[in-house]
């Protein structure tokens, strides 16, 4: 069993839906990342966070510590937001990564 | 744009080489995290060095090592070169020394091995 998992490991949505990652872990954990990877292949840190919620543009993230649960919400998704979500999490001295939860979203 | 820099963007080789990816940090940052994306084993953290002096060790393979320079800049040595090696290498710099402080990626250097 992976220490990180994600669901859906793949997710289509209409344009303006609203959309949800989540993302679980069975590790000790410092701190939780939520990661984006465009088709091209760069990576972009979103968020990092080890309580509670963050909110940055239409992307807001949660966590709860004591579920070792976290999600990903994109409200009023875009065609631009298309790309691969990647959850990881801080554990001792390295990030452990979950396999990615693959979104497209039409127009 | 990161700041954070990496070269090649591609390497085509072939097996038995030995290759060389470099990677030059965000102006200020002193952690040079390297990390291996491939399609069956997904992100895998390889190696970390902060300051020069390596802090963590992950999957790396003995037929890998790294440094970090005094200027701060890091590379990657890959030799004896098998299939399995192909993958994205993305490297990623932090100010601080801990993995949960915020890491930001190179645009990565695809490796292929013929």
């Known amino acids: 069993k992976n220490e990180v998992e994600q669901s859906p490991q793949n997710l289509t949505a209409q344009e303006g839906e609203f959309i949800t990652i989540n993302c679980s872990y069975s590790v000790g954990i410092s701190a939780l990342h939520w990661l984006q990877q465009h088709p091209g292949g760069g990576i972009v840190s979103l968020f990092m966070l080890s309580s509670g919620k963050k909110k940055h543009g239409r992307l807001i993230a949660t966590i709860n510590i004591q579920e070792k649960h976290s999600s990903l919400h994109i409200t009023a998704s875009h065609p631009r937001d298309s790309a691969v979500y990647i959850c990881?999490?801080?554990?001792?001295?390295?990030?452990?990564f979950g396999t990615g939860t693959r979104l497209q979203v039409f127009p | 744009d990161s700041g954070v820099t990496q070269t090649p963007k591609h390497l085509i080789t072939a097996t038995g080489q030995r290759v060389t990816l470099r990677c030059s940090p965000r102006s200020g940052d002193l952690s040079v995290y390297w990390y291996q994306q491939s399609l069956d084993q997904g992100l895998q953290f390889l190696i970390q060095?902060?300051?020069?002096?390596?802090?963590a060790k992950g999957n790396i393979l003995e037929r890998f090592s790294a440094q970090q320079f005094p200027d701060l800049h890091s590379e990657l040595n890959l030799s004896s070169l098998e299939l399995g090696d192909s993958a994205l290498y993305f490297c990623?710099?932090?100010?601080?020394?801990?993995?949960?402080?915020?890491?930001?990626f190179g645009p990565g250097t695809r490796l292929t091995v013929l």
């Open positions: 990881a999490v801080s554990n001792t001295d390295k990030l452990i």
């Open positions: 060095y902060y300051n020069g002096e390596e802090r």
């Open positions: 990623a710099s932090s100010a601080g020394p801990n993995s949960y402080n915020e890491q930001f």
